[in-house]
């Protein structure tokens, strides 16, 4: 059974750092595009970073660009992505996502999903 599992969110005051973990079991993600996206209450899933199979290229939203860094460790099958000035606007439920071969921002393209980590930023 193919598993991705998030790590590490939590609450954490505004100009924080968190560092979100993804976990993929079952099969080998190495050749697979990986990313991040958010859902805040009420909002639709959106793109946050995602990086290439390789690990060479890296995305990012602009709305958190300069503050996050994707990350990933294909020997371990995981992506990380680590959150530095955090903004209340932040504030939402990350989810990890794989697909092949390339990234794209649609949530809808992806094929493999974490069931998410909830992130809170307070003022």
């Known amino acids: 059974q193919v598993q991705l599992v998030e790590s590490g969110g939590g609450l954490v005051q505004a100009g924080g750092s968190l560092r979100l973990s993804c976990a993929a079991s079952g099969r080998t993600f190495s050749r697979y595009a990986r990313a991040w996206f958010r859902q805040a209450p009420g909002k639709e899933r959106e793109f946050v970073a995602g990086i290439s199979w390789s690990g060479d290229t890296t995305y990012y939203a602009d709305s958190v660009k300069g503050r996050f860094t994707i990350s990933r460790d294909n020997a371990k099958n995981t992506v990380s992505l680590q959150m530095n000035s955090l903004k209340p606007e932040d504030t939402a439920v990350y989810y990890c996502?794989?697909?092949?071969?390339?990234?794209?921002?649609?949530?809808?393209?992806?094929?493999?999903w974490g069931q998410g980590t909830q992130v809170t930023v307070s003022s």
């Open positions: 996502a794989a697909r092949r071969p390339i990234v794209v921002v649609a949530a809808l393209e992806y094929d493999y």
